[in-house]
């Protein structure tokens, strides 16, 4: 019975909770409404009214802020992972915030974001199991150091790596190395 009503109230903070993947590759994007889904259901990396994007605990306090005005999270070709905002279609996307990671993954491997199930979000790359030797990370947030426990309510913003991008490529633009 218990185990019922902690799947229902999962469903319920995470209604994607079906569909939700825990990876976002190269060109794929994170737009509002979507998110992802650490595999342990504890942990979600999604756009959320009056805060922006985050990485959000099972009971909704704040693991890891990235930006509170992008509109789009996006795994770039180069490895970078970026928070973009736009004003309308035929605006250009501004970056608000950036990992900074672009050009560190070694070719011919491909990167992707990935959420844990310890609240870790990390970029990875390899394109194992054809090249195990092209598998490694070039970017954390870390472990959560006080994962949930209780619902304490508790909230942790921590400052993203780096400071505000400049110049960070078009998102449409072709990756910067051949694979």
Known sequence: ????????????????????????YEGEYIYQGQSLLSPNGQYVLEWRPNIGYAVFRADGSIRYFIDQWGR????????????????????PWEARWASNTGGRCPCPSRSYLRIW?????????????????????????GKDSAPLTTTSGRQEYATPPGPRPINVPDPSMPASYDY
């Open 1 to 24: 019975m218990r185990l019922n009503i902690w799947i229902f109230s999962l469903i319920l903070l995470f209604p994607t909770l079906s569909s939700a993947k825990d990876k976002l």
């Open 72 to 91: 789009v999270l996006a795994m770039q070709g180069d490895g970078n992972f970026v928070n973009y905002t736009y004003y309308d279609d035929n605006s």
């Open 117 to 141: 199930d310890d609240g870790n979000l990390t970029i990875e790359y390899g394109q194992f199991p054809q090249s195990p030797e092209y598998i490694g990370r070039i970017w954390e947030i």
